[in-house]
């Protein structure tokens, strides 16, 4: 029996931003759900893992719509801090900020304390891929997961958000590409 993500723990995070995350939650829901689930079938993970990769992963992209920008990685890290801290998870803290700092990085992430940190990117790019790239998952896996998790345009709102925030800010790249 593979990982999988836990629905109810990503739901109860993720539902208190519906109301801001708009017509992409339903989008932006599943694909946590995927890369979680990607992350877990790419890397072993306990209990405790497990509830830190879908904290970070529920919060990974989340300044998109909280601060409106896609120089997202320092509200969404914020969001997450408040998250723990309101909630008593200190200790999930500095996990959950370098999975969500790291997450877009082209190259591995080698110098981290945390195994989570690369897992959690590998997790995320086989999603954002749309399985292209699978780090050893089953191409036939990666679709079974993709279907039972539809995109629902999520791809596709990206695309669109991303196009706009360059044609505004075009000399302010996009956090994959910073250093």
Same mark, same amino acid.
């Given at each position: 029996m593979e990982n999988i993500a836990n629905l109810a723990h990503i739901d109860s995070i993720l539902n208190e931003w519906k109301a801001v995350i708009g017509n992409d939650f339903d989008g932006y829901r599943n694909h946590v759900v995927r890369m979680v689930t990607f992350s877990l079938l790419l890397r072993p993970c306990d209990s405790k893992e497990q509830r830190a990769i879908e904290?970070?992963?529920?919060?990974?992209?989340?300044?998109?719509?909280?601060?409106?920008?896609?120089?997202? !990685?320092? +509200?969404?890290?914020?969001? %997450?801090?408040?998250?723990? $801290?309101?909630?008593?998870? =200190?200790?999930?803290?500095?996990?959950?900020?370098?999975?969500?700092?790291?997450?877009?990085? !082209?190259? +591995?992430?080698?110098?981290? %304390?945390?195994?989570?940190? $690369?897992?959690?990117?590998? =997790?995320?790019?086989?999603?954002?891929?749309?399985?292209s790239i699978r780090f050893g998952i089953p191409a036939k896996t990666v679709a079974r997961i993709r279907r039972q998790y539809a995109n629902h345009g999520f791809h596709k709102a990206l695309g669109k958000l991303f196009l706009t925030w360059m044609l505004k800010n075009p000399l302010n790249p996009a956090p994959m590409v910073k250093l």
């Open positions: 904290i970070a992963a529920c919060f990974h992209d989340i300044g998109i719509w909280t601060s409106k920008t896609w120089d997202y !990685l320092p +509200p969404s890290v914020l969001a %997450a801090r408040n998250y723990l $801290e309101e909630n008593s998870l =200190g200790e999930f803290t500095c996990d959950v900020e370098q999975m969500i700092l790291h997450h877009h990085k !082209l190259l +591995p992430v080698k110098d981290n %304390a945390s195994p989570l940190v $690369e897992t959690f990117r590998r =997790g995320d790019l086989v999603d954002f891929s749309c399985g």
